[in-house]
């Protein structure tokens, strides 16, 4: 059985009216679940995904079910990041969604994406060094309904709706997907199988989309889309899901979440959430001026990167939930200024840097990656804020943070169309004392650091400092 699964890239890109600045997400009652302990402890990763391939395929009418990726083509980009990627710590490749995604064994569970045998696909990757992720959530449901959940006397269709939990659209129909609901007997079995599944498959990283929709069967952009099984089962299952791959030692990444109540659910039970829209057609767009300084009740709480990485700042830190901005394709922005920022804005926030560029589109552009120094807040577990969490306050083009050494990074963003001169005094960052100033991106010794920082920035553009005693 297929799961489609595509981008909702072209209705995510309309805009609400009802927009007021930093509108927040309601809270609500939730149940008291078990803590799972100890769940961020891992380092941000740094990846290659299908993303741009399947985006730019379905904007040239491929259909989902026409859609594949085959071994040849994941030889190619395999090889590609094994050379050029991951000396400079970029050790995975991941698929997305879009193309088929089947189940061809008796476990139900997903074996093939496309063409690739997934077993195959890890077998390429381990023999260059590399990782796998997958696309998939364990609240989908692949399998036809006869299919045994291991260790239970239950079936896959024990598991779809049977008036377990009250929904809130009772009328609806479910679009694209069939939903475990937590509450029914056989769901935490079947959430473990699924993560003992890819466990066995060495696969370690699973990106879950579609979190929204099972919560609440709402999307701000479409409307209404499921059943909606509440906050109660949609905390419930994270708490299952997080369990479990806190079991096999699996990254979970959170994908399309309403992030109610301050993200209270997916900061406890997540390792990463998604905390913008989707990539979609890139570029300065995504990253900086789709519906700039505008935040809304429901995902996506903010419709670009900077806004996102701003308002969700205060809920992100060093043993946190990381903030994930989406994939990053270089060859979509329009200066070497902007592709700076948006490297630049991921590793400050302490998100991970995910390329989606292809090796027949990234041209020369490699070097923006692999830039070691700015690479070093990754492999330090770097995570900065911005001066201010406020979307319309001048203060946000400000990040800073402090290195496990006790250095100092300091970003200044300047998200106008013009070059801008932009100061911040140290004082204010809570730094004092003698430094020295290091511009991470043009590699130069700037001397003593003096008490405010001035910087003549290009349109689009930044500077990153680092001070060390």
């Not at 996506?300 to 830190?317: R, V």
């Not at 592709?339 to 090796?359: F, K, N």
């Not at 070097?367 to 203060?395: H, I, Q, W």
């Not at 003593?448 to 349109?459: E, N």
Request: net charge negative.
């Amino acid at each position: 059985m297929n799961i489609i699964t595509m981008a909702v890239g072209a209705v995510l890109l309309a805009s609400c009216s009802d927009t007021i600045e930093m509108r927040r997400p309601p809270v609500y009652e939730l149940p008291e679940l078990p803590v799972v302990e100890d769940i961020h402890t891992y380092k941000v990763p740094l990846y290659w995904s299908i993303y741009e391939y399947c985006y730019t395929q379905e904007q040239a009418g491929v259909s989902n079910s026409d859609m594949d990726f085959t071994p040849e083509q994941w030889d190619e980009v395999i090889d590609w990041v094994a050379r050029e990627l991951k000396p400079y710590g970029y050790d995975m490749v991941c698929t997305d969604g879009f193309i088929p995604m089947e189940a061809k064994d008796a476990s139900g569970y997903m074996t093939h994406y496309g063409s690739m045998s997934l077993k195959d696909l890890v077998a390429k990757c381990k023999a260059k060094g590399l990782r796998v992720g997958v696309y998939d959530n364990p609240l989908w449901i692949h399998g036809p309904r006869e299919t045994k959940i291991e260790g239970t006397d239950y079936t896959f269709g024990n598991l779809y709706y049977n008036g377990s939990v009250d929904i809130l659209n009772p009328s609806a129909e479910n679009m694209w997907f069939n939903w475990v609901v937590a509450e029914n007997p056989g769901a935490r079995e079947y959430i473990d199988g699924f993560f003992r599944h890819y466990a066995e498959l060495g696969i370690d990283y699973i990106r879950m989309d579609f979190l929204s929709w099972y919560e609440d069967g709402k999307d701000r952009n479409i409307g209404v889309v499921g059943h909606g099984y509440g906050h109660e089962s949609y905390a419930r299952a994270l708490n299952y899901i997080a369990e479990s791959a806190k079991k096999y030692g699996i990254f979970t990444s959170l994908v399309m979440p309403h992030l109610y109540g301050d993200a209270a659910v997916e900061s406890k039970y997540g390792n990463m959430v998604r905390i913008v829209a989707d990539t979609a057609g890139g570029g300065w767009w995504h990253c900086s001026s789709c519906d700039r300084g505008k935040s809304y009740t429901t995902w996506p709480n903010c419709m670009n990167m900077f806004d996102g990485f701003t308002y969700w700042s205060h809920i992100a830190g060093r043993g946190k939930v990381i903030l994930d901005g989406d994939f990053i394709r270089l060859n979509t922005f329009g200066s070497d200024a902007e592709r700076e920022t948006v490297v630049s804005l991921q590793l400050m926030a302490g998100g991970p840097v995910t390329v989606s560029d292809r090796p027949s589109t990234i041209g020369n552009l490699v070097s923006f990656y692999t830039n070691t120094e700015m690479l070093a807040l990754n492999a330090d577990r770097f995570v900065g804020k911005p001066l201010s969490d406020k979307l319309n306050d001048a203060n946000n083009r400000i990040w800073y943070g402090t290195m496990s050494d006790g250095s100092h990074v300091i970003g200044l963003f300047n998200r106008d169309d013009s070059a801008a001169s932009i100061s911040v005094n140290l004082s204010d960052l809570g730094i004092s004392g003698e430094w020295n100033m290091r511009d991470l991106w043009r590699h130069a010794d700037e001397g003593k650091a003096p008490a405010t920082i001035t910087a003549q920035i290009p349109a689009h553009g930044c500077k990153i400092i680092k001070l060390t005693k």
